[in-house]
């Protein structure tokens, strides 16, 4: 059920998605609106657990470790989108986002690499699978 909390956090990642996809760069400002909307969202109106919000912290903390150790082969925005969205829906949500993710980012890198259109070396923005992760779920 699409909640109006649900299509503030999907327009946010589609306007990401669009900035990530162009510039190639997450702007703070969203980032930091988006995080205080997650935690706003938390206080006020969230009934979820504190454990499973902690998890979805801890996923995200591990991603911003991850973008740290890979130098930011993952970006950090990537980083900070998966610890807010870890915030906001938990942490078995999240990991349901993430997978969706991950398995829409593969076919699609695969297909291009079958395809010859692209090479092992390019960069995908991962917004956009992150956004349609987060869909998918929504719409499960």
Known sequence: MWTVSRMVCMGLL???????????????????IGSLLAVGYQIFIG??????????????MSFLLISRITRESLGYGDSLAILILGIYLGL?????????????????????????????????????????????????
Request: hydrophobic residues 55%; aromatic residues 10%; charged residues 15%.
């Open 92 to 140: 078995w949500e999240l990991l349901m986002v993430l997978a969706g993710a991950f398995f829409l980012l593969a076919v699609f890198s695969v297909a291009g690499l079958t395809a010859r259109k692209m090479s092992r070396k390019l960069s995908i923005p991962f917004f956009p699978f992150l956004s349609a992760g987060y869909l998918m779920s929504v719409l499960r």
């Open 14 to 32: 589609a306007g990401l998605s669009l900035a990530d996809i162009y510039k190639r760069r997450i702007p703070l400002k969203c980032l930091i």
């Open 47 to 60: 009934r979820g657990d504190i454990i499973l919000i902690l998890g979805g912290i801890g996923v995200g």
